[in-house]
């Protein structure tokens, strides 16, 4: 079946079987963490979900359409949450911190506990189909902030470079966990690239002042 984001689902008898559907595949994504993606059956992930056999086939005929709408389900999450929370803030640089932080928190709230061990192969292709479009969910977040940041330094920024080292940067904490500490460290980062831009702009005019 196709998964359709909850906005579209319209009406309560439509609203209701987008809830059953939800259920099952928050269900199938804890299941995972316990058999992994080949061990599973349909049956554990009723079991998981909560949901009787005849709901779940009621929607997905085999394992194969449940895993397609897990990986589904969490990248159209990723996308719709990100662009919900950049259109929340108006200011270039609250807009960076807010995408930057739900990036991070999602990366981590989004990823079951040891799913590298139990199924490390599912999870890496599912990182690898979907990183063009989450490096696309967070260019077009982040470009009003990055309008914002040229502007002030009246350098151009190479953003398809710069939007990709944030996703590989982040997508790295599944393999290696991110501590305390790097995570204040990347939820920093707008900052930290403000103060560049003002530091840079400030050291042009500086520049310029000094050679008139």
Known sequence: ???????????????????????????T???IQTVGARRLSMRDISDASGVSRGTLYRYFASKEEVLAAVSEYV??????????????HEEPMERFRAVMKFFAHFTIDRTPDRIFEVEPAFH???????????????REALEPSLDYLESRTQTP?????????LVRLQLSTLVIP???????????????????????VGY?????????
């Open 29 to 31: 994504l804890r299941a």
């Open 157 to 165: 920024i190479n953003r398809e470079v710069f939007i990709e080292t």
């Open 124 to 138: 890496l292709d599912f990182l690898r189909a979907h990183f063009q479009r989450h490096k696309v969910a967070v």
């Open 1 to 27: 079946m196709k998964l359709l984001p909850q906005g579209e689902w319209g009406g309560t008898a439509v609203g209701e079987q987008f809830a059953s559907v939800q259920k099952i595949l928050e269900g």
């Open 178 to 200: 991110a501590d305390e500490n790097w995570m204040q460290c990347w939820n920093e980062s707008p900052e930290h690239l403000l103060q560049w831009a003002l530091h840079t």
């Open 75 to 88: 990248c159209a999450s990723f996308e719709q949450g990100i662009s919900e929370v950049a259109d929340a």
């Open 204 to 212: 042009q005019a500086g520049t310029k002042e000094r050679m008139n």
